[in-house]
């Protein structure tokens, strides 16, 4: 019951967003669905060319949940829902997405990844492990449907100080989170976190023509 009143609050505020972007509603929409159901998928997509009028150029696949604990007793449902929404929910979304795809004349399939594609932390072992899985998605994806012009890409932020971040330090212990979170950004190579915009500005541009040939 708790994750569907927080999958229901997510989506109100999918709905509120897009009003805000255009109150008129002619150019944006907010929907709900569930990643880990095909189906859901399907009728997403279905809607988006509904809506916009002809096959989608662009979808980021960028649904996710944290995971954080000792793999010796953390509850094996926990390591299920991280496997089904990032890694299984990822490849229904571009399943969905790629038959829209194919028609367009500019297509790019984004995806979110992680810092943890390629390295990991203690405690993070199922978040890792789907998000090692994100970047063989996007390899595979590249290879086979380039060739029918779909660009396939994905964005592998570090930690950005947010909800996200926050829950995953409070799941291990932490009890000091400011502090935490400025020791996080201590570690990094600039000695700062990046913000969502600088996240959204990557996924931008890796959308956009300038980045045809990536």
Do not use: W
């Amino acid at each position: 019951p708790d994750q569907r009143l927080r999958v229901v609050a997510l989506g109100d505020r999918a709905i509120e967003v897009a009003k805000t972007l255009d109150p008129s509603g002619a150019r944006t929409r907010g929907a709900t669905h569930d990643v880990t159901s095909p189906g859901d998928c399907a009728r997403l997509v279905a809607d988006a060319e509904r809506f916009f009028g002809g096959p989608i150029d662009i979808f980021h696949a960028h649904a996710g949940v944290g995971f954080a604990g000792d793999l010796r007793t953390v509850d094996p449902a926990s390591i299920r829902r991280t496997i089904d929404i990032n890694v299984t929910g990822s490849l229904f979304c571009a399943q969905a997405a790629l038959a829209s795809l194919t028609q367009s004349r500019r297509a790019s399939l984004l995806f979110t990844s992680s810092l943890q594609s390629v390295a990991t932390r203690p405690q993070r072992s199922a978040y890792t492990a789907s998000k090692h899985a994100i970047a063989g998605i996007v390899k595979a994806l590249a290879v086979e449907f380039g060739p029918l012009g779909v660009r396939v890409n994905a964005v592998a932020p570090s930690s950005i100080d947010g909800d996200f971040l926050r829950a995953q330090l409070a799941n291990v212990g932490t009890t000091d989170l400011d502090a935490a979170v400025s020791r996080v950004a201590a570690g990094m190579p600039l000695g700062r976190l990046p913000t969502p915009e600088d996240f959204a500005n990557a996924l931008v541009f890796l959308a956009s023509p300038l980045a045809r040939s990536i």
